[in-house]
């Protein structure tokens, strides 16, 4: 499991896998954080910042380890969900954690009800999202600073902002062409940068 904030987790997967014998290649993505640039105001970050936050903090108070696995990711109020939990109950409580949260607009719940994943599967599912993140980043055609994406058992689930039909078919044309990708789940909305819809932006 991976998410497009959180490039940590490789380091400390590769040396497990160095100690356990695994061999797999596992790309790693390095990236200045003065680049980053998203369409909307820094304020409308600080919320996002804010709301996550306090799911994070939520999810602390839950049973120990319950929701270990679960990612959260939030833009422009509305929160993805996203990894593993072994019953739906946990998957239920996850949800209802999140939208107990102040500001919080729609829960898109897409943790998966599994076994904890392997120490290999969750190497490759770091590889696949690192391999991901350097296509997206190379890309001129959209932003990816507007998206939001995890990785979890090889699905890529993607959410955020596209300024036009375009710009979100090109994501979703990288993100299924990357190695190891078996499946994607889209969740990217088509708006451009003032909020208001309009059939021209697909002609951009």
């Excluded at 904030?5 to 490789?10: G, N, T, V």
């Excluded at 607009?105 to 009800?113: A, F, L, S």
């Excluded at 990708?181 to 309009?198: E, K, M």
Aim: glycine residues 6%; aromatic residues 4%.
């Amino acid at each position: 499991m991976l998410t497009a904030r959180c490039l940590a987790p490789a380091f400390g997967v590769a040396a497990l896998l160095a100690l356990t014998g695994c061999d797999l290649d596992i790309p790693l993505f390095y990236e200045d954080p003065t680049t980053l640039s998203e369409d909307r105001s820094e304020e409308a970050q600080q919320l996002d910042d804010r709301i996550r936050g306090d799911i994070l903090s939520a999810f602390v108070e839950q049973e120990v380890g319950t929701l270990k696995n679960v990612t959260v990711d939030v833009y422009e109020e509305n929160v993805l969900l996203t990894g593993t939990v072994t019953g739906p109950e946990a998957r239920d409580t996850a949800g209802t954690v999140a939208a107990s949260a102040e500001g919080v607009g729609d829960i898109i719940n897409e943790i998966q009800v599994m076994k904890d994943s392997s120490l290999r599967d969750k190497a490759e599912d770091l590889s696949i999202g690192n391999r991901l993140k350097a296509r997206l980043r190379e890309s001129t055609k959209i932003n990816s600073f507007n998206l939001r994406w995890s990785v979890v058992d090889r699905v890529v689930y993607i959410f955020g902002r596209a300024k036009s039909q375009r710009e979100r078919d090109k994501a979703l044309e990288i993100v299924r062409s990357v190695r190891g990708v078996r499946d994607v789940v889209d969740h990217i909305a088509v708006r451009p940068p003032d909020g208001t819809q309009s059939w021209l932006n697909n002609l951009l």
